[in-house]
């Protein structure tokens, strides 16, 4: 299954013109949930969920409803809430990590219980000698590294800089920021400080952390015609912002213990 881009998002589920709209693009995108057969059919539809939260921050969004898109980004992020529950609930069915998150910053995850399942949701968990009742998942909080869909693993970027005292002498501290790969990450490296610019453009000074992650095989379709892409290796990068004068800048699996130690 392909990315959606905005032209695609209207094509497939018509305009957002109202909050009703938004509802009716959840159910819609719940319904088709029921029928997926593998996990990027999956993420897919919850990142389509995840997209309409996105549109409402965008500026294009705020020019067309002025003051209204307050009560859409409202209505968006309660139905992505429904939908993250119920791609979880489906996600468990499967014997597959319910571990999606609703769209946002920071924001937990809640036990899945105020949404009935679907027909398809409840018959499927019938066959398998459940009911609606158990096939309700108590969902949790789950740190970042458990936000990527095959778990994930931590790194420590170390490095020292200078820090100003009170009596106007200046000292080294040792530093450390944390750093989140997904679990098949290889190949990892630090490249020198240098400028560079991040995804949104933005020209920082730091670190450029690049890696390699392991994709499975995914479906893509374009019109009637369904293409099966295998297992690849994809190259991607972290910019990793850092002080001007940070010195001896490396990359760890442990934080380093000590005292003058600031984690970020």
């Not at 905005?6 to 088709?32: C, L, T």
């Not at 409803?65 to 499967?94: I, S």
């Not at 949701?121 to 158990?134: E, F, S």
Request: glycine fraction near 6%; include cysteine.
């Amino acid at each position: 299954m392909a990315r959606t881009s905005k032209k695609a998002f209207g094509h497939i589920y018509g305009e957002v013109n109202s909050a009703e709209d938004i509802r009716r693009i959840n159910r819609i995108i719940r319904k088709e949930m029921d029928a997926v057969t593998m996990r990027e059919e999956l993420t897919e539809l919850k990142k389509r969920s995840d997209y309409l939260c996105t549109l409402t921050h965008s500026p294009t969004w705020r020019k067309r409803f002025g003051e209204k898109v307050r009560a859409l980004r409202r209505v968006a992020m309660e139905e992505n809430r429904k939908t993250v529950e119920h791609a979880n609930r489906v996600a468990a069915q499967h014997g597959w990590d319910a571990d999606y998150d609703p769209w946002g910053p920071n924001e937990p995850r809640r036990r899945a219980t105020h949404e009935r399942p679907s027909h398809g949701t409840a018959r499927y968990a019938a066959r398998r000698g459940g009911t609606r009742q158990t096939s309700r998942v108590r969902i949790h909080y789950k740190p970042t590294t458990a936000r990527y869909s095959g778990g994930g693993k931590v790194k420590y970027l170390v490095y020292r800089s200078p820090q100003p005292l009170r009596t106007g002498a200046i000292q080294l501290r040792t530093r450390v920021k944390r750093l989140y790969f997904p679990r098949s990450a290889r190949r990892i490296r630090v490249e020198a400080p240098q400028t560079a610019v991040t995804r949104t453009g933005k020209r920082v000074y730091g670190v450029v952390v690049r890696y390699e992650e392991r994709l499975g095989p995914t479906r893509a379709r374009r019109n009637s015609t369904t293409y099966t892409l295998p297992a690849r290796w994809v190259e991607r990068t972290k910019v990793v912002a850092l002080p001007r004068h940070a010195k001896n800048v490396r990359l760890q699996d442990r934080a380093p213990e000590g005292p003058l130690l600031a984690v970020a």
